[in-house]
């Protein structure tokens, strides 16, 4: 296993720092790979089970379960409905981090109400039998700084729950499957 870890991709646009916010969130554990937490993630309808914070996902044009690039879907969170659409997928493989990103958007072009995400993840096995879950999100538009000026910080501890949500299916997953 390689000790430099990987990073996410950013689109034109939605670089962090040149947002109005900007959320990071990692958490390495030992125990569980990438190909136990990939499928929680890659599946929407599973959110909800593990992040509270997430309702009433449904795929666009017959798509789903599993997402795919190019698929638009929605959710709620934060008490957003967010349009969104896969902008990369790459699941995990030997040596290769899996990769999930979406544009998400809520609504309507030219308004202050306006708010434009680009949520992106990154699952990496690293030596030890440890996995490591990195999700990064940046936001346009005036909501997004209302988030960056609140504090608690409302997206850096959801995005938190998020993950210990995720680790604590992937867990129980396993548990269940020995």
Same mark, same amino acid.
């Given at each position: 296993?390689?000790?430099?870890?990987?990073?996410?991709?950013?689109?034109?646009?939605? @670089?962090?720092?040149?947002?109005?916010?900007?959320?990071?969130?990692?958490?390495? !554990?030992?125990?569980?790979?990438?190909?136990?937490?990939?499928?929680?993630?890659?599946?929407?309808?599973?959110?909800?089970?593990?992040?509270?914070?997430?309702?009433? @996902?449904? /795929?666009? +044009?017959?798509?789903?379960?599993?997402?795919? +690039?190019? +698929?638009? /879907?929605?959710?709620?969170?934060?008490? /957003?409905? @967010?349009?969104?659409?896969?902008?990369?997928?790459?699941?995990?493989?030997?040596?290769?981090?899996?990769?999930?990103?979406?544009?998400?958007?809520?609504?309507?072009?030219?308004?202050?109400?306006?708010?434009? !995400?680009?949520?992106?993840?990154? !699952?990496?096995?690293?030596?030890?039998?440890?996995?490591?879950?990195?999700?990064?999100?940046?936001?346009?538009?005036?909501?997004?700084?209302?988030?960056?000026?609140?504090?608690?910080?409302?997206?850096?501890?959801?995005?938190?729950?998020?993950? +210990?949500?995720?680790?604590?299916?992937?867990?129980?997953?396993?548990?269940?499957?020995?």
């Amino acid at each position: 296993m390689s000790m430099t870890m990987n990073a996410i991709i950013w689109p034109e646009g939605y @670089v962090p720092g040149f947002t109005e916010n900007f959320a990071s969130n990692e958490i390495i !554990v030992a125990g569980l790979s990438a190909a136990d937490v990939w499928p929680l993630l890659a599946q929407p309808a599973h959110w909800p089970t593990y992040y509270a914070n997430s309702a009433n @996902v449904r /795929f666009h +044009d017959g798509k789903g379960p599993q997402l795919a +690039d190019g +698929d638009r /879907f929605y959710f709620e969170t934060f008490g /957003f409905p @967010v349009e969104a659409l896969c902008n990369e997928y790459v699941a995990p493989a030997a040596g290769q981090p899996g990769r999930l990103a979406w544009h998400g958007w809520a609504g309507e072009v030219g308004t202050a109400e306006r708010l434009d !995400v680009h949520h992106a993840w990154l !699952v990496e096995d690293l030596d030890g039998g440890r996995v490591r879950v990195l999700t990064q999100e940046t936001q346009k538009g005036e909501p997004a700084a209302a988030l960056h000026a609140a504090k608690p910080n409302p997206m850096i501890n959801g995005h938190q729950d998020w993950l +210990d949500g995720l680790v604590a299916a992937a867990r129980a997953a396993k548990k269940g499957a020995q």
